[in-house]
């Protein structure tokens, strides 16, 4: 158990249907990140937060958003699906001054 | 942009055949380079940061080095346990929130 927490591990939905993927960073880490990963494609980086604050921003369409609340739990919000979306997504926490990633163990999201 | 490009793809291995990964990358100021092993359906573990030129770092079988634009991952006398794909990441000085990985390389050790 890396201390990240990612729910749901598995979703399955239809084409046009929005989803809410959720994270919860490891203890006392303040920082966010959400990653895409396809079978084509590596780890593509979608968005960072910090604290509660968007801090970076990578090639997130328009149709997916993000946020982080106060009890740094954060969200990640994809709408309009489309096949193309089928991918695992994984959530990472950084520990400050480590300058290391901590990933959960990823929410598998099926479009049909 | 900042750009990371891993070779070969795909490697197989006998046991015990030692060898090595490539991590190529392109960033303005690198201010880390990461190197993680992912399990199939698993997310990434973290297995050593690098942060200058010259620099080495080792664990059990696995030796990291860097130099200006490009990394190594040196696996001796691999184990069937090794199989894994290897992920290359960077953060650059200006734009140390982004954490950006390359596409791996899937290596398969044979008993």
């Known amino acids: 158990d890396s201390g990240v927490t990612q729910t749901p591990k598995h979703l399955i939905t239809a084409t046009g249907q929005r989803v809410t993927l959720r994270c919860s960073p490891r203890?006392?880490?303040?920082?966010v990140y959400w990653y895409q990963q396809s079978l084509d494609q590596g780890l593509q980086f979608l968005i960072h937060y910090y604290n509660g604050e968007e801090r970076a921003k990578g090639n997130i369409l328009e149709r997916f958003s993000a946020q982080q609340f106060p009890d740094l739990h954060s969200e990640l919000n994809l709408s309009s699906l489309e096949l193309g979306d089928s991918a695992l997504y994984f959530c990472?926490?950084?520990?400050?001054?480590?300058?290391?990633?901590?990933f959960g163990a990823g929410s598998r999201l099926t479009v049909l | 942009e900042d750009q990371v490009t891993q070779s070969p793809e795909a490697l197989r291995l006998q046991e015990g055949e030692s060898s090595s990964l490539n991590c190529s990358y392109t960033?303005?100021?690198?201010?880390?380079l990461f190197w993680y092993r992912q399990d199939p359906g698993k997310g990434p573990e973290f297995l050593f940061t690098l942060y200058s030129a010259g620099e080495e770092k080792e664990k059990e079988r696995l030796k990291a080095t860097l130099t200006k634009k490009e990394s190594f991952l040196h696996i001796t006398a691999p184990k069937p346990e090794d199989s894994a794909t290897y992920l290359c990441a960077v953060t650059a000085e200006t734009s140390y929130d982004k954490v950006i990985f390359g596409p791996g390389t899937s290596l398969s050790v044979i008993p």
């Open positions: 990472a926490s950084r520990t400050a001054g480590a300058n290391v990633l901590t």
């Open positions: 960033v303005s100021g690198l201010r880390g």
């Open positions: 203890s006392g880490d303040l920082s």
